[in-house]
């Protein structure tokens, strides 16, 4: 056994040791397209069932007046017995009917979505 001392390391190892079921190994569209098939289906296999639709019922934690926008604290049902904090900054310049490019930012790290939007932990 060798063992491995850093994390690309291990994955190569791990990649011989259970090579890829499903690796398109083709050269013509239609190849491409049932690889892609087989694919997809054993990746929402994968996922396992998905979530019934639930009616988001969205509440308005707070509201913040930010001079140009105000930013919305937002927590809404995403599936059944799930709620999503979420925040939602809204140009004050925005008139009624119009619609504008939306930006959906994940988490990500750190404070996640809160640096994003320029809350400060401390304060929220």
């Given at each position: 056994m060798t063992d491995t001392v850093?994390?690309?390391?291990a994955i190569q190892a791990m990649g011989e040791a259970f090579p890829p079921q499903l690796a398109f190994a083709g050269d013509t569209d239609a190849d491409y397209y049932a690889w892609r098939a087989r694919f997809l289906d054993a990746y929402r296999r994968c996922l396992g069932p998905w979530p019934e639709p639930v009616d988001p019922e969205t509440t308005?934690?707070?509201?913040?007046?930010?001079?140009?926008?105000?930013r919305f604290k937002?927590?809404?049902h995403s599936s059944p017995g799930v709620t999503v904090p979420a925040w939602l900054l809204v140009p004050k310049d925005l008139?009624?009917?119009?619609t504008r490019p939306g930006i959906l930012a994940a988490h990500g790290h750190g404070n996640?979505?809160?640096?994003?939007?320029?809350?400060?932990?401390?304060?929220e």
């Open positions: 850093n994390a690309y390391d308005i934690a707070s509201e913040e007046d930010l001079g140009d926008h105000t937002l927590y809404f008139q009624p009917g119009e996640g979505k809160d640096d994003i939007v320029g809350v400060d932990q401390g304060k």
